[in-house]
Structures are given as structure tokens and as C-alpha cells.
């Protein structure tokens, strides 16, 4: 579900400095582009991922300072992929 995958980056994103593409599309098995496409979701949702051309990978922009809803939320979402009982 694209859901759980758009949370996991996010967590691995805060997690560690910097990941591939490739990396993550193996991790989630889907293509790299798939993983392009998530990660321009992830900024549209207002989260800064940043790529730098040469030294490869992502990575949150350093200055990025996490907002408390945005901990709620997530705890939601993951909350709701434990559990899928409760979802419609």
C-alpha cells in the first residue's frame, strides 16, 4: 500500500542521513521511479527531501524542524497499518 510505503521512507529518511533510490526500491520492491514518484508525494506533503546530484541518494533537508500534528499523524497512519481491523 502506498501508505505504509510513504510512511517507511519517511521513518528511514529520519533515520539515516542519506539512502538511494535503488536502496529503497529494493527494500519495498518496486522500481526506482516508483520510489521518485513517493518522494515528490513526500515533499507535497510539505516534507523537505532533498537529492544531490553527484553524491547520490535523499535525505531531509538538515534545517527541517518536525511539527508536533505531523508525530500524531503518523502515529495514526502506523497505528492503522498494525492494525488494518479498523480501517473501512
Known amino acids: 500500500m502506498k ?3 510513504l ?15 535503488q536502496e529503497l526500491a529494493d527494500m519495498f520492491e518496486v522500481s526506482p521511479g516508483t520510489i521518485y514518484r513517493d518522494i515528490d508525494a513526500i515533499n507535497m506533503a510539505g516534507i523537505p527531501v532533498r537529492s544531490t546530484p553527484g553524491v547520490g541518494g ?9 511539527d508536533k500534528k505531523f508525530f500524531r499523524l503518523m502515529t495514526f497512519l502506523l497505528f ?3 492494525f488494518p481491523v ?3
Not at 510512511?7 to 542521513?17: C, T
Open 7 to 21: 510512511v517507511s521512507i519517511i521513518l528511514i529518511l529520519l533515520d539515516k542521513k542519506r539512502i538511494g533510490a
Open 3 to 5: 501508505v505504509d510505503r
Open 80 to 82: 492503522c497499518w498494525v
Open 58 to 66: 535523499f535525505e531531509i533537508m538538515q534545517e527541517y524542524k518536525m
Open 86 to 88: 479498523f480501517q473501512a
